[in-house]
């Protein structure tokens, strides 16, 4: 079915997307809330904001990756402008590169990107020994490239 409507127009809407948890209304710049909700009202909102916060790279990259296999360059055209193109390249290829069976919601997104270039093997016994030894992303990136240079050297 041909789309008659013009590529810079399926791009990103051209307002800034709302959407309103309770009294809070998350903007693309910040949120606002209305009246003074009490303390119990801000731990959903708070942590729905976390969640994006952590998951939105697996998101986009997932997305990307998805919906260029389905519509191939003309895909990729939508995010124009959104953020930088590196950026874009960056969460696709370690989406495309950690599958979600490897990936541990307990890890950073830093985390992932170090583990990437290993083999699914490799990636999920890093990621588990990362979460169980508490290491920062540095210091997980520091093992893997121990390891890896380990492993050309025999």
Not at 25 to 30: A, C, E, L, N, Y
Request: aromatic residues 10%; hydrophobic residues 35%; proline residues 6%.
């Amino acid at each position: 079915m041909n789309d008659p409507t013009p590529n810079a127009e399926r791009s990103m809407p051209a307002g800034p997307p709302e959407m309103s948890v309770g009294p809070f209304r998350f903007t693309s710049v910040g949120v606002r809330i209305k009246g003074r909700p009490d303390i119990d009202a801000w731990k959903g909102p708070l942590q729905f904001a976390l969640w994006c916060q952590r998951a939105g790279p697996w998101w986009i990259g997932d997305l990307l990756n998805a919906g260029e296999d389905n519509f191939g360059e003309v895909f990729s055209q939508m995010c124009e402008g959104a953020i930088s193109g590196d950026q874009l390249n960056r969460y696709a290829s370690v989406a495309r590169r950690v599958p979600i069976g490897n990936r541990l919601a307990s890890q950073s997104w830093s985390a992932h990107v170090a583990v990437a270039r290993l083999d699914n093997a490799g990636q999920r016994r890093f990621l588990k020994l990362s979460e169980k030894h508490g290491w920062s992303s540095e210091e997980l990136r520091r093992n893997v490239r121990d390891y890896q240079r380990q492993r050309k050297s025999e």
